[in-house]
């Protein structure tokens, strides 16, 4: 005969167990689920002593499961989606996906991609609330390793074994120039001609960087072959002093698509200058994902890569 479950073993606990794992913090599953931090430590403390398991890992603040913890995991998303389906099955009405969805986004897919995908996201799942931050690729990747947000979209991938970088976008990117800048009337340029003019880049840590760095190599020139004049932290204040004459830049298509429709900007290929680039999803598979943020990342590659809002206009 098998052995009954411990009493301990009950609803709320789980539920404060999934909330813990999903978020990587007792205190902000206390505050999602509106409890005490102390009243969150009893419930998992309680599971822990019923299963005589360690159930997560405390590091500088947060928690990590163990793989006790994820055995455990499995079991409670199948007993609280059955608890919701016996909900849904009696009231006879589904239950609205619901909670907050933590982004980080790089400026690309943050300033260009994200204003579309999130209004359609919205209609499906009135109930999610959203919050975005906008870095750099390398603070957004820090972002989803500190457990801050749950995914993450940026423009370069970094190797750490504990992160899985999922494609969901592509970009290229094009030397720009000021409509009456000598070079307008051209449609490439070699990269001596380019290592010539005084170019407008953006800061170490963007994925755009990263990206001409390693076509530079590629091509068997480098970074210091440039005449940087100016780093700036984003391609608004890019735009604006290439517009003021200050210098050329290499920009994303998808950032400067107006201004080469209006013809505020021409669009001028580097020959040997390879740079077309993947944008990923990233996430921490040290932690579960919450479910909204499972649905996301469902609706992004629910979607064919030809139909995300991008046009390679020149």
Not at 38 to 47: D, G
Request: contains cysteine.
């Amino acid at each position: 005969m098998d052995a009954a479950a411990p009493k301990d073993l009950q609803l709320p606990h789980l539920e404060t167990f999934a909330k813990a794992a999903e978020l990587g913090s007792f205190t902000r599953a206390a505050k999602m689920l509106k409890l005490t931090q102390a009243a969150v430590s009893q419930r998992i403390h309680a599971l822990e002593r019923a299963l005589d398991k360690s159930l997560f890992q405390r590091r500088g603040g947060r928690v990590l499961l163990t793989p006790a913890g994820k055995a455990l995991y499995g079991y409670t998303e199948q007993i609280l989606e059955l608890h919701r389906q016996a909900w849904r099955d009696v009231a006879s009405q589904e239950t609205p996906l619901s909670g907050e969805l933590l982004l980080g986004a790089s400026s690309i897919p943050g300033e260009h991609l994200l204003p579309a995908l999130l209004p359609e996201f919205g209609r499906r799942h009135p109930h999610v609330q959203v919050r975005a931050s906008i870095s750099d690729s390398l603070a957004v990747t820090a972002q989803v390793e500190r457990g801050d947000v749950s995914l993450g979209l940026v423009g370069r991938k970094i190797d750490q074994p504990h992160l899985e970088f999922r494609l969901f976008a592509r970009d290229r990117i094009v030397l720009i120039v000021p409509s009456r800048h000598p070079l307008a009337r051209r449609k490439k340029v070699s990269i001596a001609e380019l290592c010539r003019q005084p170019l407008i880049m953006r800061e170490t840590g963007s994925g755009l960087r990263h990206c001409v760095e390693k076509a530079l190599e590629r091509a068997g020139r480098s970074w210091h072959d440039l005449h940087i004049a100016l780093e700036l932290g984003s391609n608004e204040a890019i735009k604006e002093a290439v517009l003021r004459g200050a210098g050329v830049s290499i920009l994303s298509t998808y950032a400067v698509q107006k201004e080469l429709k209006t013809g505020r900007f021409r669009g001028l290929e580097v020959s040997d200058l390879r740079c077309d680039r993947d944008m990923y999803i990233v996430f921490d598979k040290r932690r579960v994902l919450p479910l909204p943020a499972r649905q996301f990342l469902d609706f992004l590659e629910s979607r064919p890569i030809a139909e995300l809002p991008h046009k390679r206009t020149l």
